[in-house]
């Protein structure tokens, strides 16, 4: 099915643990992003790119990594987990920076850093 | 840098009343795009209507209008009818871009409780 998808769905780190969150999507967008979603502050955006080899940092991206080298996946890496990394983490992906319908989310990974 | 503020924690309304949301956002780009997403229990986001800034009627998707004043950059969202399935948290965002890509900036959020 067409779509984004994010593995795994959940995960359980102990701090110091190193792990990437998989991206991918078949729907040939040139543009992802990441996003955390922690209680009472919404979505903020982590880490942006519009094709392959070209990034951005976006609100919080201190603590993860990300490089894109297909336009279909886009890892987000943690090197060192910390307990405020604990969140649920969001992909999301969009064919146009002018379509107002191109946003397409994943189902979210849920991450605990213990 | 662009800001989306929503200052209703929680909501709380009855079956078949009208709603609404507030949104306000801070921007200095002249052309900008607004939405709405809702997020159910279940944890999916799922998109519910746009506005362009340079739109010049409000936008509507069914139930859901978005009433649009550029000059006090506010983007509040009116749902009619209110149903117990809207019973969720609501999300304001701004569309960002610049060379590395587009990304969406997201307020704190507005949980939505329908009652019967």
């Known amino acids: 099915n067409a779509g984004v998808t994010q593995t795994p769905k959940f995960q359980v780190l102990k701090t110091g643990q190193s792990m990437t969150l998989q991206c991918a999507q078949d729907?040939?967008?040139?543009?992802m992003s990441w996003y955390r979603q922690d209680p009472g502050m919404g979505l903020r955006l982590i880490h942006y790119?519009?094709?392959?080899?070209?990034?951005d940092q976006g609100e919080v991206p201190n603590g993860y990594n990300v490089s894109r080298s297909t336009t279909e996946d886009f890892p987000l890496r943690l090197l060192s987990a910390a307990p405020s990394q604990t969140s649920v983490y969001f992909c999301?992906?969009?064919?146009?920076?002018?379509?107002?319908?191109?946003?397409?989310f994943g189902s979210g990974t849920r991450l605990t850093v213990v | 840098a662009q800001k989306i503020t929503q200052t209703q924690p929680g909501m709380f309304v009855q079956e078949k009343e009208a709603v609404t949301l507030d949104c306000t956002y801070d921007t200095s780009d002249q052309s900008y795009g607004l939405f709405w997403y809702k997020q159910p229990s279940s944890g999916e986001m799922i998109f519910l209507i746009y506005?362009?800034?340079?739109?010049?009627q409000n936008a509507t998707e069914g139930r859901y209008s978005l009433n649009f004043q550029k000059a006090r950059k506010s983007a509040n969202l009116v749902i009619s009818a209110s149903q117990l399935g809207d019973s969720a948290m609501y999300f304001c965002?701004?569309?960002?871009?610049?060379?590395?890509?587009?990304?969406?900036?997201f307020g704190k959020g507005t949980t939505l409780s329908v009652s019967s």
């Open positions: 729907m040939n967008h040139e543009y």
């Open positions: 790119s519009v094709g392959a080899g070209i990034t």
């Open positions: 965002a701004m569309r960002v871009f610049n060379q590395a890509g587009t990304a969406l900036i």
């Open positions: 999301a992906s969009s064919y146009s920076r002018q379509a107002p319908y191109g946003y397409t």
């Open positions: 506005q362009g800034s340079y739109d010049e």
